[in-house]
């Protein structure tokens, strides 16, 4: 298994990291020989959140005779430093370890991020990383590309993770991508397969024109692994040819040519089109409704089986669906096309 440097840790981390958002729909057992399958292939990443169910507990009891075989990374929702402090010991519990490896704040959007340093979120972590229940800091941010580069610039994080994939905007790779791999940021690939949409859509894809000889799955792995800012990718995996498949991609790493890109980039087309990618240019709605958040809980519900997870979210919101008052001035922003309040509504359903 090819392995990259994740930035100024010094980590040797496999080009291909193990995605567990989906573990929570599957068995202990399942999991069980899924991981260790991972392992035993030379898989030495592993990354989970504190909200992805139980898959935190599934991946504790599946590793916990092999925890010094891999690096751990998980994520945390909360801000402020007594969240941050009780979910790390959560995480610890859940995890069955002593340490992990890479604690991430999960997903920072808007104001957030400055609750990271204000409400003492950042200063938990560093206080957990001086008595060594976590090693290294990094930050997961969706969508905002000035939030990217100022916490590259900022120094305190070891590790972005940020959503990267075929369908993702040429302005992240030419401009953020580099920048954290110059001042020593590792880079995590989330969502490589654009969040399941691009297998989704595989056969309509294949259908235009691209046969390169493998799954569609595999090339759009390597099209994420051809930018060489790239530490390493963590497709969400559940099913033993999803993991084999992937081991492919990480046992024999390739470039793709620029003739394959540009046969991938046409065969993808406009596959992007239609579903929320969560880039969060449609906000702010004037009447306060967080459109993306609502589309990144639908996702979670429909494609990770995060269901109570995601219901919980949307119960919590303050503003929802009903105070839309189909103004269309978002339609006029989203650059994918999404038909937002139609599409608000049908999520509102599922949530509520
Ligand atoms: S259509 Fe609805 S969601 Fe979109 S901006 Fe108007 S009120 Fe907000
Ligand atoms: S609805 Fe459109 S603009 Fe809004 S976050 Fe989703 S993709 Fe972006």
Redesign the pocket.
């Known amino acids: 298994m090819e392995k990259r440097t994740l930035g100024k840790t010094g980590w040797g981390i496999s080009v291909i990291g193990f995605g567990g958002i989906k573990l929570s729909r599957l068995s202990h057992k399942e999991c069980e020989i899924l991981l260790n399958r991972a392992i035993d292939s030379g898989i030495n990443f592993v990354d989970t959140a504190d909200c992805y169910g139980d898959s935190e507990a599934k991946i504790g009891t599946a590793l916990r005779t092999r925890r010094k075989e891999f690096y751990l990374s998980t994520k945390i929702d909360e801000r402020d430093g007594s969240g941050v402090e009780k979910k790390l010991q959560r995480c610890l519990r859940r995890l069955k370890t002593d340490w992990i490896d890479l604690v991430l704040f999960h997903d920072v959007r808007g104001s957030e991020y400055d609750r990271i340093f204000d409400s003492g979120g950042l200063e938990a972590l560093e206080k957990a990383k001086r008595q060594g229940t976590i090693l290294e800091i990094g930050i997961s941010i969706h ?1 905002s590309l000035p939030m990217m580069r100022a916490a590259i610039e900022s120094g305190l994080f070891s590790a972005l993770m940020v959503s990267y994939s075929a369908l993702d905007e040429d302005r992240l790779a030419a401009d953020i991508l580099p920048m954290a791999y110059e001042n020593g940021v590792g880079l995590i690939a989330m969502k490589p397969l654009a969040g399941g949409i691009l297998a989704e859509r595989a056969s309509s894809i294949k259908n235009r024109k691209l046969n390169l000889g493998e799954s569609l799955a595999q090339i759009c792995l390597r099209y994420v692994l051809t930018n060489p800012n790239i530490t390493c990718a963590i497709p969400g995996m559940m099913k033993l040819y999803e993991l084999d498949e992937n081991l492919q991609v990480g046992k024999s790493p390739r470039e793709l040519t620029m003739e394959e890109i540009k046969v991938l980039m046409e065969s993808v087309g406009d596959a992007g089109k239609g ?9 702010p709605c004037p009447e306060g409704v967080p ?2 958040d609502i ?1 990144r809980f639908e996702s979670y519900y429909e494609r990770y089986g995060l269901k109570e997870w995601a219901i919980e979210q949307y119960r919590l919101l303050e503003v929802k669906v009903d105070a839309c008052s189909e103004c269309a001035q ?1 339609l006029e ?4 096309d ?1 038909s ?1 309040p139609e599409r608000l509504k049908i999520a509102h359903q599922i949530l509520q």
């Not at 922003?333 to 994918?336: E, K, R």
């Open positions: 969508h579903f929320c990618r969560n880039c969060g240019y449609c906000v459109i993306s589309f978002c922003l989203c650059p994918y999404v937002i």
